[in-house]
Each structure stands twice: as structure tokens, then as C-alpha cells.
């Protein structure tokens, strides 16, 4: 059974941090890229950040220096580390595996995602 449980969101002041975490399935986890992807409304989900298995990172131009993408194999969890957060990164956040980690090519079902709103 394919799973993804994403967490760790909320509300949070501009400035502000948050830590995402998606659990997934072993199956879907293991030796597979992952990525954080987010919809903003009336927008198309994009890809975030990603991470190979191995430990290689990507991502999005606009986070860079703000968000870090980490994984732990052994719990088949992946993170995201949200910092210096904008109204603009306003989104419902998934994860899921990626195809590589350079470009949108997400794998397999969703998660029901975390809602972020970054407002004062």
C-alpha cells in the first residue's frame, strides 16, 4: 500500500519558520527521489525542492537559502525546513516521489498535503 502523510504546517507571521514532515510508505520511499511540492489557490502545483536517495539536493529559485530539504532513510521520512517565510509561500504542501530532482515529474497518488499560510 502506497502511502504519503504530510504534516507540520500551520499558520506563521511573514519571517516566520515552519518544519514539514511527509511520511511515506517504504515502498514509495525507498531508493527514490522525493520532493516537496506546493499549490497555491488557483495555481498550478509545482515542485519545491527535491532530494535523491543519496542525499542531492535541488531547488526552486525562489527558496533557495530559505528552505532545506532533508531526509531520514531509516524512518522514511522526508523534510522540509521553511524559513524567513513570505505571504507568498502560501500553499498547500505535498510530497511525493520525483523522477530525478531537477524537474516536475512527480510518481504515483497524492497525500492530502498540509495547508501553510504565511499572513500578520
Known amino acids: 500500500q502506497e502511502q504519503l502523510v504530510e504534516s507540520g504546517g500551520g499558520l506563521v507571521q511573514p519571517g516566520g519558520s515552519l518544519r514539514l514532515s511527509c511520511l511515506a510508505s517504504?515502498?514509495?520511499?525507498?531508493?527514490?527521489?522525493m520532493g516537496w511540492y506546493r499549490q497555491a489557490p488557483g495555481k498550478e502545483r509545482e515542485l519545491v525542492a527535491a532530494?535523491?536517495?543519496?542525499?542531492?539536493?535541488n531547488y526552486v529559485d525562489f527558496v533557495k537559502g530559505r528552505f532545506t530539504i532533508s531526509r531520514d532513510n531509516a524512518k522514511n521520512t522526508v523534510y522540509l525546513q521553511m524559513n524567513s517565510l513570505k505571504p507568498e509561500d502560501t500553499a498547500v504542501y505535498y510530497c511525493?516521489?520525483?523522477?530525478?530532482?531537477?524537474?516536475?515529474?512527480?510518481?504515483?497518488?497524492w497525500g492530502q498535503g498540509t495547508q501553510v499560510t504565511v499572513s500578520s
Open positions: 532530494i535523491t536517495s543519496g542525499g542531492d539536493t
Open positions: 511525493n516521489r520525483n523522477f530525478g530532482i531537477e524537474q516536475y515529474r512527480p510518481l504515483g497518488s
Open positions: 517504504e515502498n514509495i520511499f525507498r531508493g527514490y527521489s
